[in-house]
């Protein structure tokens, strides 16, 4: 990005330098040519000047108008920047410095925020952010970029999903200056940064050991965040407010449009999953018109309005049958729990019809242990989703924003009901 400033501020210099070269040179041969009519030459001459004076103080004004004040610092248009957020809650020593990537379009547009690694042990997002950034031109873009590849950095280096006060950062938003650590650093990061988003994409992948298709998660009753979740592309999604406190909850509060983007396992750098993730980010650009061109061709991304939790009933390790993304009927088999002294075994089986949006990896649990997410479609969204199956294609207009590509919410697996199904929007979220 920076060789491609570098280039543009070059040509616009030598630009600069031929016109002024030019204007010498015809300033030359009008005085030549008229030399009996001096104060012609003296009138045109003042008034080309000021044209001249006036045009500049225009672009001037332009170029400032397109400028980003982000962090106190002025980002020129058509140009991309290192910048750093500190947090006022901690000082001296105790600063930890998080880098924040802004790329600011040669034409006006929106702000989009990119956000990872809320949660410190949470990687997949960080490499997204890091191939969405580095990829995009400036001079193509419409708009304004700001990626936070690592948002809790302090989590991030102890390998942890915690800060170091051991509380979960995503639960403290937007924070405020007079309560925990954990608050005032959130009420620092969404004040100096989220509020400048037009929209924002927080990424996450599962937590503790288990892992998450990719999928949407967004409160689909805001038309808005409807509006914005509508853009990616094939990715599942599902729906429901999320936990109040939590990052992408605040920033709907706050009129900013919000989606949380979970895909993968934590302490883990899954390369399919990190490119289905920047699949579906660039899908949003370009269907936004922000950067790129969207496809002529886009599938429905199938909706889940509603999930349940499948529990283990015993003590012992944990096998899984089924895999991430599988659809399962009632009664399926989804894994078995044997436990390792008596050698005794149960079989876990899928009380619904749907898909395994989410699941534990193969480990020691306990009874009450969430191991299978399941999603569960009405039967309109199924008959969709099957005839895309069988090579059934939507053709979509270019310009045209795909209404059945919806938003997802989360489920917190330690507040899921132990029995039946309840609605997404009504439960906590696990982001």
Request: proline share 4%; aromatic share 6%; with cysteine.
């Amino acid at each position: 990005m920076s060789a491609e400033i570098a280039s543009s501020a070059t040509g616009q210099s030598s630009s600069t330098q031929s016109s002024a070269m030019s204007s010498v040179i015809g300033f030359s041969s009008a005085v030549a040519s008229a030399a009996a009519s001096s104060a012609v030459l003296i009138t045109s001459s003042a008034e080309s000047s000021h044209s001249a004076q006036s045009s500049s103080e225009v672009i001037a004004t332009e170029a400032m108008t397109l400028s980003k004040f982000i962090l106190d610092t002025e980002v020129k248009p058509n140009s991309s920047v290192r910048l750093t957020w500190n947090s006022d809650a901690a000082v001296g020593a105790f600063s930890e410095a998080t880098p924040i990537l802004v790329v600011n379009g040669a034409n006006p547009g929106k702000t989009l925020c990119l956000t990872a690694a809320v949660h410190g042990d949470e990687l997949n997002g960080i490499e997204m952010i890091r191939r969405v950034i580095f990829n995009i031109d400036p001079a193509k873009l419409n708009g304004t970029i700001i990626g936070v590849p690592v948002a809790n950095i302090m989590g991030f280096r102890r390998n942890s999903r915690y800060l170091p006060d051991r509380r979960d950062w995503n639960r403290y938003f937007p924070g405020n200056t007079h309560g925990s650590s954990a608050s005032r650093l959130a009420h620092s990061f969404f004040s100096k940064i989220i509020m400048h988003c037009d929209s924002l994409v927080d990424l996450h992948t599962g937590s503790f050991h288990r892992t998450n298709l990719p999928q949407l998660r967004a409160d689909l009753s805001d038309e808005n965040v409807a509006r914005l979740a509508q853009n990616f592309g094939v990715i599942a999604v599902l729906n429901g407010r999320g936990n109040p406190n939590s990052l992408r909850a605040a920033a709907v509060r706050a009129g900013i449009p919000a989606v949380t983007l979970e895909a993968g396992e934590p302490m883990a750098m899954q390369s399919d999953v990190v490119e289905e993730g920047v699949t579906a980010i660039n899908t949003l650009l370009a269907k936004t018109g922000m950067y790129g061109k969207q496809k002529r061709w886009n599938r429905i991304a199938p909706v889940y309005y509603r999930s349940a939790w499948v529990r283990a009933n015993q003590s012992g390790i944990l096998f899984s049958k089924a895999t991430l993304g599988q659809r399962v009927k009632e009664e399926d088999i989804l894994g078995t729990v044997t436990d390792p002294i008596t050698n005794a075994r149960t079989t876990i089986k899928s009380p619904y019809n749907g898909r395994i949006i989410g699941m534990a990896l193969d480990q020691v649990v306990l009874p009450g242990f969430a191991a299978y997410h399941i999603g569960i479609q009405t039967p309109e969204a199924i008959l969709i989703e099957e005839s895309q199956m069988n090579g059934e294609l939507l053709e979509t207009e270019e310009d045209e924003e795909d209404g059945d590509d919806s938003g997802v919410d989360p489920v917190d697996e330690m507040d899921e009901p132990e029995t039946g199904v309840s609605k997404a929007q009504d439960r906590m979220a696990d982001e």
